[in-house]
């Protein structure tokens, strides 16, 4: 019999969203099929998802920085933890997959160490600039069919200055949902009472989107004295912070409430009957349009309106043709004024199982020989040496409370 692994580099699976649902119907899919799975990651918090708890022990918070610039044993030493319980001898076949930038380097020098594919399936919305050594490095995976991306425009945004490339190189797989919403009970959600007008969002808070959606919600509200609005955001922020803010923000409105449920998987499905609009982007948007609700999709580059998810815009994550409109305005288009009326709009959200097939079919069609970058001796830009170095030098713990310190910051400069 064939014996199997596959290993995967993640940022989080604590929490839940479209990252952490990919990973869980990931590694259901595959030891469906009899692969062995470990899944690695170097977030923090609280394991959610019951399927993901067993890898709770795996966080290995240097995986967040590149490794150029640790010393040769620390890098050696973070490759035997991740290969601790793989011997390549014991497997037929061997896959490694990382979801980000620095995790693909990682995950290189763990596909060398085994002789095994390495494929990078980047699940990230955003792209930073980065060093002409790194973009060699991605230059060289793509040209191998090793790179994916999770929109047709990733790999653009990606390269984007580096290289041009062509309808037919802009390989993207898809992350299904198709198991987030099912006919469940739950208190928050049965005692929701529906009002003039119910806006719902399904989101981790902590995405750049949700502050600013807050505000043209709160906007809307203050147009529409008359009306008794409703937002129901299904999602947390890894602090906190988020919550607070927004709910600080409406305290004096008195047309507008706000309620905060925290993370659900899956999803009651009559949340649904409850919600007129939601508004949302990637794999939230294809959940409420596929329950048949009318959904609101933002780019998620500057956070303005795509358009309704199935009926004006196939995208929901980027696209080059946004609405003139604000959030706000929108909404009074759609639920004050009537102008955009669609018939109901059903988004199908195909099965993970036959999607992730598309994924090893992907993988099935890259390059047959084993290459592989040399990824430690590359130039990294002078932020990424002094994120490594701070890590170095406050230790994990400290460096982790800089960042939650950062991030709360940043969440209370957003207007």
């Known amino acids: 019999m064939m014996k199997k692994k596959y290993i995967i580099l993640t940022n989080v699976i604590d929490s839940v ?18 692969w062995t799975v470990d899944v690695f990651y170097y977030g923090k918090g609280e394991v959610i998802l019951s399927e993901l708890k067993r890898f709770k022990n795996n966080g290995i918070p240097f995986l967040r920085c590149y490794p150029q610039g640790y010393p040769r044993l620390r890098i050696n030493r973070i490759i035997d933890q991740i290969l601790a319980s793989t011997d390549k001898n014991e497997y037929n076949e061997i896959i490694v997959e990382s979801h980000e930038i620095p995790l693909a380097l990682w995950g290189e020098l763990a596909a060398k160490r085994l002789n095994c594919k390495h494929i990078i399936y980047l699940v990230q919305e955003t792209f930073p600039t980065l060093s002409a050594d790194i973009y060699e490095f991605f230059d060289f995976k793509h040209k191998r069919k090793e790179l994916a991306g999770i929109s047709k425009t990733s790999l653009e945004m990606l390269f984007h200055g580096h290289k041009e490339i062509g309808d037919s190189e802009k390989y993207s797989l898809r992350a299904a949902c198709s198991n987030a919403v099912d006919d469940v009970s739950n208190e928050i959600i049965d005692n929701i009472v529906r009002e003039d007008i119910n806006i719902g969002c399904i989101t981790r808070l902590d995405k750049p989107y949700v502050v600013p959606m807050a505000n043209e919600i709160i906007c809307f509200a203050e147009n529409y004295k008359d009306k008794m609005i409703q937002l129901v955001m299904v999602g947390s922020s890894v602090s906190g912070e988020v919550e607070k803010l927004i709910l600080n923000k ?97 988004i199908t959200i195909n099965d993970f199982r036959q999607v992730y097939k598309e994924h090893l079919a992907f993988i099935n069609g890259s390059c047959e020989d084993k290459l592989y970058y040399d990824v430690k001796n590359l130039n990294i830009s002078l932020y990424d040496m002094a994120k490594k170095v701070t890590l170095g030098i406050l230790g994990v713990n400290c460096y982790q409370k800089l960042i939650d310190v950062r991030t709360r910051l940043h969440i209370h400069q957003i207007k």
């Open 17 to 34: 969203g479209g990252a952490q649902i990919y990973v869980r119907n990931k590694v259901k899919f595959l030891e469906e099929l009899g």
């Open 250 to 346: 409406i305290k004096n409105i008195d047309n507008l409430k706000v309620l905060i449920t925290g993370y659900m998987f899956p999803i009651p499905r009559n949340l649904f009957e409850k919600i007129d609009l939601f508004i949302g982007v990637s794999g939230s948007a294809n959940v409420s349009a596929a329950e048949g609700v009318l959904t609101l999709t933002l780019d998620v580059r500057d956070n303005k309106p795509m358009g309704l998810f199935g009926y004006d815009t196939d995208n929901n994550l980027f696209s080059d043709s946004k609405k003139d409109e604000s959030i706000s305005e929108m909404l009074q288009q759609i639920l004050i004024e009537k102008k955009i009326a669609p018939q109901t709009t059903q």
